[in-house]
């Protein structure tokens, strides 16, 4: 059965390299270390989450956990390896540098998702360890953010956006906006089964997602249907990557422009195949570069409620690496961590 593994002091410090004379922000983190419930071999069951009244003993704002699982990606016709990121992405974040630009003890580490191995072909078994995976998620979430902090959340396949979304709205009570850095809308019919191209229209079909911002969306890779849904929609807007390469458009101004009417209550999304040269079961040659996206986070002026980086992979199923994964993934965290202390 999947549980959610709590992390100790030994296993962060595990991962971090120390060095004389230097500390690594691992040796800073916080971790979750409960006083007023029993939790057996650091393991919370299906449905069970953490202590709302727990967490919110820590003054660290950023609660990061990840989501190692690919099961979305094959239930989506995708190359799996999804699960392979969030490792590297954990063990490069831990060794940044504490300094005066960046410090551990704003970062509460909690732990990690054990999903069992499903190596199932046929859909219809990986569509219901899906939706077992969202049941999961979510109450994960919902304790998080009503503890008043911000969810990190590393993938994983972009399927998680869903129970993500649903947590942080159950917890404010309230439906959400999302901004998602893109090259696919995830529109895909939600009543044929959970998967990676689904989440964003399942949260909508569920009364969890209200403006929809897509930023980066390739014509290419799009659906007449989920053009459809989208000419017909008040609450989903996209700017494809083509005009913004036709325009040169300021990829800043572009965001701001789409995240016109929405709440404060926004949620942001990162699927790392919008980003060029970074390997995903959709790795893309024509998207945005790293140091766009860095700069974006940096320049947008906004608290958002969570982050999730999803469908990055160290390897794929099919023997592709890429050894930079980790540091790409903790690069664009840091920078979501740091925006949030300048605004």
């Known amino acids: 059965m999947p549980s959610f593994r709590i992390f100790s002091q030994s296993d962060i410090l595990s991962l971090v390299n120390k060095r004389t004379g230097e500390t690594k922000i691992g040796e800073k983190v ?104 969202d049941d999961l998620v979510y109450p994960m979430i919902h304790a998080i953010v009503a503890a008043g902090k911000v969810p990190v959340v590393i993938g994983g396949g972009h399927n998680n956006c869903y129970p993500i979304i649903k947590g942080v709205s159950l917890a404010i009570n309230a439906k959400i906006d999302v901004l998602n850095i893109d090259a696919h809308a995830d529109l895909r019919n939600p009543d044929e089964g959970r998967h990676s191209g689904n989440g964003f229209s399942t949260a909508i079909k569920h009364h ?67 980003i060029t040269g970074t390997l995903s079961s959709a790795s893309t040659p024509s998207g945005f570069t790293l140091n766009e996206v860095r700069q974006l986070l940096l320049q947008l002026q906004r608290k958002f409620k969570y982050l999730h980086i999803c469908e990055g992979a160290y390897q794929l199923a099919n023997g592709q690496t890429d ?18 202390q300048l605004t």
């Open 208 to 274: 969890f997602l209200d403006q929809y911002r897509i930023l980066g969306l390739n014509q290419n890779y799009i659906s007449q249907a989920q053009l459809d849904f989208i000419a017909q929609s008040d609450n989903v807007k996209a700017f494809y990557l083509e005009d913004i390469l036709a325009y040169q458009q300021d990829l800043r101004v572009t965001a701001e422009i789409l995240l016109n009417r929405t709440k404060l209550a926004l949620g942001l999304e990162i699927d790392l195949d919008s």
């Open 323 to 340: 050894y930079s994964i980790g540091k790409k993934i903790s690069l664009l965290v840091s920078d979501f961590i740091r925006s949030h």
């Open 30 to 133: 916080a971790i979750y270390q409960p006083t007023d419930e029993k939790i057996d071999n650091q393991c919370l069951p299906l449905g069970k989450a953490i202590s709302i009244n727990e967490l919110k003993r820590y003054s660290a704002k950023f609660v990061l956990l990840g989501i190692p699982e690919d099961i979305g990606v094959r239930a989506n016709h995708g190359i799996g390896g999804a699960q392979t990121a969030w490792r590297p992405a954990l063990q490069s974040l831990l060794n940044m540098q504490q300094n005066a630009f960046f410090k551990g003890e704003n970062i509460l580490v909690l732990g990690e998702f054990n999903i069992p191995e499903n190596s199932a072909k046929d859909t219809e078994n990986l569509h219901k360890s899906v939706n077992q995976l």
